[in-house]
């Protein structure tokens, strides 16, 4: 009897253990960092990354991971491509099945968000992206990234989507409120709301700016926010019923041709057409609405 209960003791306790084990290496699974597994359900070869990983290549798991678990607490962008290009999205918690969400053996960069409490979010001059746009403000929610030009946003599914941007060092991008680059902004720093450029949900087409983005030959004029080429630009390439920059130009740069400027929207009320830079646009000064090229004389 003795030995039969010795026995019962034992059993129980290597039971007891093996459940303690098997939790306790769930826990560290899905403790500091993110873990991104093989096969769905969380099951088969698997990789637990507790810094920004910029490339998955590096580790083997670059499109390989087809579930996940993300530790407590913590918030990780996964990218579909190497150095946080292409399309990203912000993950916590955990996903027994990326097909369900898109991403099933699509992700090949990951890194922590700097609100998850360890770490910071490297600056995107350290990338070699150009220009990044956020679904949020303050730089949050989905996000694309750009190197090239994209003349239409509907193709990346972020069409009058981004509420915020980080631009690359050095760098100049233009930002346009319709496909193929027309009623476009000119922007050179981050901004954590677009609001204040007017253009919070409106962006639909970026490209470089001054960096081999323009078509050679093309005309088009900028207007500046400030007398003397200063403060905001904002580039037209033809003609613009209802500016985005409406009330808000005090000069004006032309590159190629004349353009009338009107304070009335579809080219009415008051207009005076440009054929040169002009520093100060007098008495058209934060009136201007629209604007359009007209016909050079013969």
Do not use: K
């Not at 956020?134 to 509907?154: I, M, V």
């Not at 901004?191 to 962006?203: A, E, H, V």
């Amino acid at each position: 009897m003795r030995r039969y209960r010795l026995l019962s003791a034992i059993i129980t306790i290597a039971i007891g253990l093996g459940f303690w084990v098997a939790h306790a290496q769930e826990r560290q699974i899905g403790g500091v960092g993110v873990t991104i597994f093989a096969n769905r359900n969380f099951s088969g070869r698997s990789a637990t990354l507790r810094e920004d990983t910029p490339d998955l290549r590096t580790i083997g798991m670059n499109d390989v991971a087809r579930s996940l678990r993300v530790g407590p607490g913590e918030q990780w962008e996964v990218c579909e491509h190497a150095f946080y290009e292409g399309r990203c999205v912000v993950v916590s918690g955990s996903e027994a099945d990326l097909s369900r969400t898109g991403w099933d053996r699509r992700i090949s960069s990951v890194r922590r968000l700097a609100d998850s409490g360890v770490g910071i979010r490297p600056p995107i001059g350290q990338l070699p992206g150009g220009l990044e746009l956020f679904a949020g403000t303050g730089f949050n929610g989905d996000r694309r990234a750009f190197t090239s030009p994209q003349p239409d946003l509907r193709r990346v599914g972020f069409n009058d989507v981004a509420q915020s941007l980080r631009i690359g060092r050095g760098q100049s991008w233009q930002v346009c409120v319709d496909t193929n680059y027309r009623n476009c902004l000119v922007v050179n720093t981050d901004w954590q709301d677009l609001r204040g450029l007017g253009m919070s949900r409106r962006i639909s087409s970026v490209r470089p700016w001054g960096q081999g983005g323009g078509g050679a030959g093309q005309m088009f004029i900028v207007l500046f926010d400030d007398r003397s080429f200063r403060g905001t630009s904002f580039r037209v390439d033809g003609a613009s019923g209802r500016l985005a920059f409406a009330n808000r130009a005090e000069s004006v740069r032309v590159f190629g041709g004349s353009w009338q400027l009107c304070d009335g929207a579809n080219f009415s009320g008051r207009c005076v057409v440009v054929s040169v830079n002009t520093s100060d646009l007098g008495s058209l000064r934060n009136r201007v609405v629209s604007a359009r090229p007209v016909p050079t004389p013969r």
